[in-house]
């Protein structure tokens, strides 16, 4: 039986947090449907007959054992709330756990859910935690969704401390950049909060519950990206503070003190990132409040993640490296070897005083044996000069004597020179990309910035993960069919093992590794440059700087990554 967790199940938490800028009321254990009020105001207390028909729609009495559809076996009841339960289960036909939420079918949301959860399955997003089926059967309708045992609530990371500055600036990148996807396709999720928001081991954000959460609670809004937009500026507010930017308390983090309003990050805890806390003011609009330097609110995603994208590079932590313990000279080396111990309080005899060796040979016998050996080595290396100067005679008259400036068919050899690279995209066939918008900074001719991966646990082939054991790595597009004549790549951190393969030359696009047939160079541990050098010209258009294992950090994780890519022609 699977281990109880509920990393994965998108269930409408009861925990105190106040709603946004969501029309929205709570939803209570006698079916309150959702009042319209303002970020800051509380619920209304009135219900209505539609809150009244979903008190009366009680959740169906299932027991743990029992199947949907003969397929998805119901495991342990994780929330009963409003008329819905929610459920882990096991898919046994797939063999793999998954989360359940079952309502009535004359439940008065029913059919909204079920509207929603067929229209977050069609976005197809790899970052939200995914809706696999969604079904009315026997009196019942039921959405099925991903179950991912590896990940933690952002609540319970915060738990233990904020965030440093480059994992909240990859939060609110990830979670800004989804949102502003979903917004695209008509989708809201009008619930985005700390329990909502999941990280997996890999440093990837996943959001769970997109429309189906709001769904589920009743809640309605008028300016669904506003909402969002707001809910994202809270989220990074309390990774940069560990606090909730509201007075009430929420998800286990303390809020605001009463009466002082909004005030940004930075002035609540010494040492914040300027720019990191800018952006949440901004992202946080509130009866007028921005940031310091007055620039313009972010009212959707969309603006939001064009705002994160502007800020400067905010480089990964450095390896922190201990320093060793100073040398400790052994007993001989400070002249107490076989010093007699102390007694009766009177001091050990002193050190016995080593030997003089004894002086070089100064007979006529030492001198004529000095001159010997003088001349026994001095004829040696004679000997092995002329040998090497014999052996390399040789290798130039089998050559036929040809300039080293032309090949063996007599034509002249081009010298080489860098080609243009038209793009860099980063290679991740098997899950979303580690940092795609950073793929450029490999070939943008500067040392200074780089691509590089989050940080892995466990074991250097990216934390073992299915979803990466084809490693990844930077593709390197040259716009056409160019002739290769060798590879320089200056590596982030020395110790990964790399490897550089091409595709064919009737390669379009290409993005698993099966695509790259041709092999440039054999796996190995590089240092902090890798240079490979082709025998004979290699005809390709795209290039594959394939990492397979990280170098160990300070911490106990894996990171590496690239800082530039040259191809030779």
Known sequence: MAERSTAAVDVADTSGEEPLTAKAGKATDDGA?????????????????????????????????????????????????????????????????????????????????????????????????????????????????????????????????????????????????????????????????????????????????????????????????RTDTEAIGALLYAALTQRWPYESDAYGLAGLPKGVGLIAPDQVRAGIHRGLSELAMRALVNDGATASRQEQPCTTPEELSKAVAAMPRIRPPETAFSTPPPYQRTGFQQGTYRQSPARNGQPGSPTQPVPAPPPPLQSRTGKALKWSVSALLIAALGLGSWQLADTLLKIENDQGGSSPAQSHDGEKQKPSK??????????????????????????????????????????????????RKDGSGIIVDLGSVKELSGVQVSMYRPGQTVEVLGASQSASDPTSLSDFSQRLSKPEKAGDKLTVKLDKVVKTRYVLIHVTELPSEASGSYRGGISEITVLG
């Open 33 to 225: 449907e959702a009042e319209k009020v303002s970020g800051r105001e509380k619920d209304a207390a009135g219900t209505d007959e539609k809150s009244a028909e979903a008190a009366d729609s009680q959740p169906p009495e299932l027991h743990s054992g029992h199947k949907l559809a003969r397929r998805y076996r119901l495991e342990e009841c994780v929330t009963r709330l409003d008329g819905f339960s929610s459920w882990r289960a096991v898919d046994e036909k797939l063999r793999r756990a998954v989360g359940v939420h079952i309502l009535p079918a004359d439940h008065p949301r029913a059919r909204p859910v079920l509207s929603a959860a067929r229209s977050s399955a069609l976005l197809g997003d790899p970052r939200f935690v995914q809706v696999l089926d969604a079904v009315e059967e026997n009196d019942l309708v039921y959405v099925v969704h991903e179950w991912l045992p590896d990940a933690t609530e952002l609540s319970t990371v915060l738990a233990n401390g904020p965030l440093e500055p480059h994992d909240a600036y990859q939060l609110v990148s990830q979670v800004s950049q989804a949102m502003a996807a979903a917004h695209r396709e008509g989708l809201a999720h009008l619930r985005i909060n700390p329990g909502s928001v999941l990280r997996t081991e890999s440093g990837q954000y996943r959001i769970r519950g997109l429309a189906v959460m709001a769904a589920l609670r009743g809640i309605s809004c008028d300016h669904p990206q």
């Open 418 to 467: 860098p080609l243009q690279i038209e793009n860099a995209t980063e290679f991740s066939p098997l899950d979303v990309p580690i940092a795609g918008e950073k793929a450029s900074q490999a070939t943008d001719r500067n040392p200074e910035t780089a691509w590089v991966t989050a940080g892995f646990k466990g074991w250097p082939n990216f934390g073992n993960l299915p979803s």
